[in-house]
């Protein structure tokens, strides 16, 4: 980021700010005209503290999906279920494996 950034008294208060609401592990939102300076405040505080920044446009065009992805829903229960039924399978298949065999000590005379 480096030269780039000029420090005034009010973008240094901004920044003083911002850097005790993150301490605090507060959410930070910026907003202001375009070219204010928030980009600019955020680069700094990243490169200040060591932070790698990725930024992104957000404009009306902007959708949910950009924002949080694609996602399958889920249905726990019907997880659980499966995994129950293999559990009572497998008990199964035990049981009976163990109930048939032949024991060593039953086929002494």
């Known amino acids: 980021v480096g030269d780039a950034h000029v420090l005034?008294?009010?973008?240094?208060?901004?920044?003083e700010a911002m850097m005790h609401a993150v301490q605090q592990g507060w959410c930070v939102n910026l907003v202001g005209?375009?070219?204010?300076?928030?980009?600019?405040?955020?680069?700094?505080?990243?490169?200040?503290?060591?932070?790698?920044?990725?930024?992104?446009?957000?404009?009306?065009?902007v959708d949910t999906m950009?924002?949080?992805?694609?996602?399958?829903?889920?249905?726990?229960?019907?997880?659980?279920?499966?995994?129950?039924?293999?559990?009572?399978h497998a008990v199964r298949a035990t049981l009976s494996q163990l109930l048939t065999s032949s024991h060593p000590a039953d086929d002494e005379p």
């Open 8 to 15: 005034g008294a009010s973008r240094l208060m901004h920044l």
């Open 33 to 61: 005209p375009t070219s204010a300076g928030k980009t600019v405040l955020i680069e700094l505080l990243a490169d200040l503290t060591g932070n790698t920044l990725r930024t992104f446009s957000m404009n009306s065009a």
């Open 66 to 88: 950009d924002l949080l992805g694609g996602f399958e829903q889920v249905d726990l229960s019907r997880d659980r279920q499966q995994v129950w039924e293999h559990v009572v």
